[in-house]
T-cell receptor
Framework: RKEVEQDPGPFNVPEGATVAFNCTYS??????FFWYRQDCRKEPKLLMS???SGNEDGRFTAQLNRASQYISLLIRDSKLSDSATYLC????????????FGKGTKLSVIP | EAGVAQSPRYKIIEKRQSVAFWCNPI?????LYWYQQILGQGPKLLIQ????????DSQLPKDRFSAERLKGVDSTLKIQPAKLEDSAVYLC???????????????FGPGTRLTVL
């Protein structure tokens, strides 16, 4: 089983739609979780951290389920500018502060 | 604030040639990372430096890849000789000194797109 698994998509949704991405991970010792966003031919940028209690940032909501080892990202009221690849990222600590990236899920928001 | 700088942005070489990439992290960031991102994949860590020391190079193909950060600031990544499968974007990232359980945000440079023919 891969360390981080994501549905690669693409997800093609109309403007205004709600879309959700899931990510599963295999390392139960993973300490922290993030969603990074990567625009086409650009570098990844941190979108938001994911907390056990769930957290929201405007139209974006992230959830973590440690028992089932999955993370989710919900985008409400999709905008054209949300079109990008969303990378699920784990931090496993253990001294090296390594981030492990999933392959990413591609989102295209259509007018 | 200036971001992570990388050069060159693009490089095309033939297999068996050598190539070097340069990275200058955000000022004050002690930790520097080199990632390889193959098309359709997420970034994969190659090597991590803390100041001028190597923290983790377990995924660096040491028979052909090398990296250094001699003065604890900028860094170079070299491939010698290159293979076709080395075609990828090479991303450099940096982060501030560790401050908490969750690790620190990594800031990425624009990357160097390498094509090996």
């Amino acid at each position: 089983r891969k360390e981080v698994e994501q549905d690669p998509g693409p997800f093609n949704v109309p403007e205004g739609a709600t879309v959700a991405f899931n990510c599963t991970y295999s390392n139960s010792a993973s300490q922290s979780f993030f969603w990074y966003r990567q625009d086409c031919r650009k570098e990844p940028k941190l979108l938001m951290s994911v907390y056990s209690s769930g957290n929201e940032d405007g139209r974006f909501t992230a959830q973590l389920n440690r028992a089932s080892q999955y993370i989710s990202l919900l985008i409400r009221d999709s905008k054209l500018s949300d079109s990008a690849t969303y990378l699920c990222v784990l931090y496993s600590g253990a001294g090296s502060y390594q981030l492990t990236f999933g392959k990413g899920t591609k989102l295209s928001v259509i007018p | 604030e200036a971001g992570v700088a990388q050069s060159p942005r693009y490089k095309i070489i033939e297999k068996r040639q050598s190539v070097a990439f340069w990275c200058n992290p955000i000022s004050g960031h002690a930790t520097l990372y080199w990632y390889q991102q193959i098309l359709g994949q997420g970034p994969k860590l190659l090597i991590q430096f803390q100041n001028n020391g190597v923290v983790d190079d377990s995924q660096l193909p040491k028979d052909r890849f090398s990296a250094e950060r001699l003065k604890g600031v900028d860094s170079t990544l070299k491939i010698q000789p290159a293979k076709l499968e080395d075609s990828a974007v090479y991303l450099c990232a940096s982060s501030a000194p560790y401050a908490g359980l969750g690790g620190n945000e990594q800031f990425f440079g624009p990357g160097t797109r390498l094509t090996v023919l």
